[in-house]
C-alpha cells in the first residue's frame, strides 16, 4: 500500500474501521470539502495533498493510522 507514492510498510498494523468511525471521517471530510469548494469525487490539487512521514506513522497508535489512510483514502494506491 502507498500513500502519495510512499510505501507503507507490511509491519505497520493498521486495523480495519467500524462502521461508526468511517461515518465520522465521511462528515469531516464533507465538511471539509464544502469549506473548501471541492465536491464529493473531486480529487484535491496535489498542492494539498498530505506529505507522509513513515517514522511519524509508526508513532501513531494503530486507529489512528487507520482513520489517517482512511481519511485520505483517494490518495492511496495498492
Excluded: W
Excluded at 507522509?52 to 489512528?64: F, G, W
Amino acid at each position: 500500500m502507498k500513500l502519495n507514492g510512499v510505501e507503507i510498510p507490511e509491519d505497520i498494523d493498521i486495523p480495519k474501521l467500524n462502521a461508526e468511525t468511517i461515518a465520522e471521517i465521511n462528515e469531516v471530510k464533507a465538511g471539509f470539502r464544502k469549506d473548501h469548494g471541492f465536491g464529493m469525487h473531486d480529487s484535491m490539487p496535489s498542492s494539498e495533498r498530505i506529505k507522509i512521514s513513515i517514522s511519524l506513522l509508526r508513532k501513531l497508535d494503530p486507529l489512528a493510522r487507520a482513520k489517517v489512510l482512511y481519511a485520505f483514502s483517494e490518495q492511496v494506491t495498492d
